[in-house]
C-alpha cells in the first residue's frame, strides 16, 4: 500500500516562513510526478505547485517568487518551502502524486490527507 504524508503545517505569522513535507510511504514502482495543492474556505482546490519526473517545477501565479517545491529522491520525501506567507495563503493544503505502488497495475492518482495552514498575527 502507499500513502502520502503530510507534515510540518501549523500556525504562523504573515510573513513567517513555513516547510510542508510529504512522504510517499509503501512500495513504490514509479513517481510521475509529485504536487502540492490547497483549498481554502468555501474555494476550490487550486494547484499550487508541481515537479516532474525529470525536477522541472512550476509554480502559481499567487506563489511564485515565495514557493519553492522541491524533492529528495532517496527519501520519497517531496517539501513545499513557503515564504513570505500571506493570510490568503491560509488554506488546507494536500499532497498529490501520479505514482505507480506495489498493488498498481499502472500509475494512478494519489492524495495525502491534507493539512492546515494558517497565516494570522
Known amino acids: 500500500q502507499v500513502q502520502l504524508v503530510e507534515s510540518g503545517g501549523g500556525l504562523v505569522q504573515p510573513g513567517g516562513s513555513l516547510r510542508l513535507s510529504c512522504l510517499v510511504s509503501?512500495?513504490?514502482?514509479?513517481?510521475?510526478?509529485m504536487a502540492w495543492y490547497r483549498q481554502g474556505a468555501g474555494t476550490q482546490r487550486e494547484l499550487v505547485a508541481e515537479?516532474?519526473?525529470?525536477?522541472?517545477?512550476t509554480v502559481s501565479a499567487s506563489a511564485k517568487g515565495r514557493f519553492t517545491i522541491s524533492r529528495d529522491t532517496a527519501k520519497n520525501t517531496v517539501y513545499l518551502q513557503m515564504n513570505s506567507l500571506k493570510p490568503e495563503d491560509t488554506a488546507v493544503y494536500y499532497c498529490?502524486?501520479?505514482?505507480?505502488?506495489?498493488?498498481?497495475?499502472?500509475?494512478?492518482?494519489?492524495w495525502g490527507q491534507g493539512i492546515q495552514v494558517t497565516v494570522s498575527s
Open positions: 498529490y502524486g501520479d505514482l505507480m505502488g506495489s498493488g498498481d497495475r499502472w500509475l494512478r492518482h494519489y
Open positions: 509503501g512500495r513504490v514502482h514509479a513517481i510521475n510526478s
Open positions: 515537479i516532474n519526473n525529470s525536477g522541472t517545477t
